[in-house]
Nanobody, 115 residues
Framework: QVQLVESGGGLVKPGESLRLSCAASVNIFSLLTVGWYRQAPGKQRELVAERNRTGSPYYADSVRGRFAISRDAAENTVPLQMNNLKPEDTAVYSC?????????WGQGIQVTISS
């Protein structure tokens, strides 16, 4: 079992920044992949950013250049830095991890961008 807990969501204005964090109950570097998904009302869930054990991180076209995913070894967390936020970034953001035992999800956290 892997437990994932998101934090850092909230309400900000367009152009502002937010930093989400995903705390894992296992060593984040042991995960096959770890990433952030989002789901807006009436839309399908989409992968926003993801890291695997090797290689470059993946970003959705809609966030590339504005979002950055990283892995904090000291805190054992997976931050998602979100800059220049737009109203269309409004969604519930969820952390997800893939292990040899299956995929695990956090409970999700609301991010709202509105003036």
């Amino acid at each position: 079992q892997v437990q994932l807990v998101e934090s850092g969501g909230g309400l900000v204005k367009p152009g502002e920044s937010l930093r989400l964090s995903c705390a894992a109950s296992v060593n984040i570097f042991s995960l096959l992949t770890v990433g952030w998904y989002r789901q807006a009302p009436g839309k399908q869930r989409e992968l926003v950013a993801e890291r695997n054990r090797t290689g470059s991180p993946y970003y959705a076209d809609s966030v590339r250049g504005r979002f950055a995913i990283s892995r904090d070894a000291a805190e054992n967390t997976v931050p998602l830095q979100m800059n220049n936020l737009k109203p269309e970034d409004t969604a519930v953001y969820s952390c997800s991890a893939l292990t040899v035992g299956g995929r695990y999800w956090g409970q999700g956290i609301q991010v709202t961008i509105s003036s």
